[in-house]
């Protein structure tokens, strides 16, 4: 090959190389964050399934408690203890918002964090329970497990949808505190003996 032409060629490979390294570590960076979020997602849809294993637990001993089909005439100081439902637990995914706080969307950064705060709410409510833990149904009130399942069922509502619709997350403006949680209840068909929903004016 005639020298000038040697020459431009190492020209175009020294000019070449930096734009190369530039779009290998653009290709890096985006694989990398697709990694990440993946994780996010899958242990977002491990704590709904979780939630949704609670849910069922504490409906069931709710019904055992308070359904008379059910009780099959027991009384309340022979029956018991109730079965413990565990807590809601998180491994990666509150590191993984604060360091891709900006690859979510806004609607997004307004649910993730309610998901952590009703996460929160629901293990407050089981420690209550807890310290009532192998005492017999006459022990705990009538709704002892409302308040927990209903603060679980807006926790799978959101993440069900995080997890369904990721970037293209949404609630929509016509969904209530009662709408969520009847559209869990119903969709899983959980049950609860003697519990009204209502919105809180």
Not at 5 to 30: C, E, H, N, Q
Not at 161 to 177: D, G, H, I, N, P
């Amino acid at each position: 090959m005639p020298e000038p032409f040697s020459w431009l060629l190492g020209i175009l490979k020294f000019l070449a190389k930096p734009v190369f390294d530039f779009f290998a570590a653009r290709r890096k960076t985006a694989r990398d964050r697709k990694v990440t979020l993946d994780r996010f997602y899958v242990e977002l849809e491990d704590a709904k399934n979780h939630a949704l294993e609670s849910m069922k637990l504490l409906a069931n001993e709710h019904n055992r408690r308070n359904d008379p089909a059910e009780r099959a005439g027991r009384r309340w100081d022979r029956y018991g203890p109730i079965s413990s439902a565990s807590r809601l637990e998180f491994f990666a995914i509150k590191g993984i918002y604060e360091r891709h706080y900006e690859d979510f969307s806004l609607d997004q950064r307004r649910a993730i964090p309610k998901v952590f705060l009703f996460a929160d709410r629901y293990n407050s409510l089981l420690a209550d329970l807890d310290a009532l833990h192998g005492e017999m149904f006459s022990k705990y009130e009538w709704d002892f497990a409302a308040k927990p399942v209903v603060t679980l069922a807006t926790f799978v509502f959101l993440t069900a949808m995080l997890v369904e619709q990721k970037e293209r997350f949404k609630v929509a403006e016509t969904e209530t505190s009662t709408s969520i949680v009847q559209k869990v209840l119903d969709g899983w068909n959980i049950r609860m003996y003697g519990i009204e929903l209502e919105d809180a004016e």
